[in-house]
């Protein structure tokens, strides 16, 4: 039995989910939700703490990358200028304290062996460069009973258990944005064990702000 199977009564996202709208928002400010078909704000609003995750890969993100934030677009950029094959994993910065980039190796494991997590200053960019991945994702921190908090000094927190969690199957090519809001348990096989790849992006919330972002350019 593969180790997807082992979670059969979850929603499967198996490739590229698409969304008409999604939201960039940073705790506590004003915030606009774009348009996929428009870099053009629709709607300006107020929310506190409310993030969409997003599943892309790189073709269709040359196509539809107008809609997505410049920070989230400056990371795209990033992994596609790199050659990753020359480089051996650690990390690299792309703002120094506020973006970079960790280049991680690692054998895939059943799913019930990882811990979802999340992060409350970063928001992730999880790109596969080789290997399958399975990575699982649920809403709402708030909602789930932490079983490790180490927020304060390494910004991750894990959970015992997740509810209505559902899987992003990821080929090399693709990427998931994480936020705040968004558990995701990565790193589980999808059919066996796959050795991966990845390059994870880590952006610091603030960067969402667009006047911070233009003056780190």
Same mark, same amino acid.
């Given at each position: 039995m593969s180790d997807a199977d082992e979670l059969p009564s979850y929603p499967l996202i198996n490739g590229l989910v698409g969304y008409s709208m999604y939201m960039m928002m940073l705790p506590g400010r004003q915030f606009q939700i774009y348009n996929l078909f428009s870099r053009n704000?629709?709607?300006?609003?107020?929310?506190?703490?409310? !993030?969409?995750?997003?599943?892309?890969?790189?073709?269709?993100?040359?196509?539809?990358? %107008?809609? !997505?934030?410049?920070?989230?677009?400056?990371?795209?950029?990033?992994?596609?200028?790199?050659? %990753?094959t020359t480089l051996t994993p650690g990390k690299f910065d792309i703002i120094p304290d506020k973006m970079f980039c960790l280049l991680q190796e690692m054998n895939t494991v059943p799913a019930h062996e990882m811990r979802a997590e999340s992060h409350f200053k970063f928001a992730d960019i999880q790109f596969l460069l080789q290997g399958e991945e399975t990575i699982g994702v649920a809403r709402g921190a708030a909602e789930h009973e932490v079983a490790e908090d180490r927020a304060e000094k390494h910004d991750i927190v894990f959970?015992?258990?997740?509810?209505?969690?559902?899987?992003?199957?990821?080929?090399?090519?693709? !990427?998931?944005?994480f936020f705040p809001q968004d558990l995701h348990r990565p790193c589980c096989n999808t059919r066996s064990q796959s050795f991966i790849r990845k390059a994870v992006i880590k952006i610091h919330l603030s960067l969402f702000n667009d006047d911070l972002f233009m003056n780190n350019q």
């Open positions: 704000p629709t709607l300006n609003i107020n929310i506190k703490g409310l !993030f969409n995750m997003i599943v892309c890969c790189l073709r269709d993100w040359e196509r539809e990358k %107008f809609a !997505f934030h410049p920070i989230i677009n400056k990371g795209i950029e990033y992994i596609t200028q790199t050659d %990753f959970y015992q258990e997740t509810n209505n969690e559902s899987l992003i199957r990821l080929e090399p090519g693709m !990427f998931a944005v």
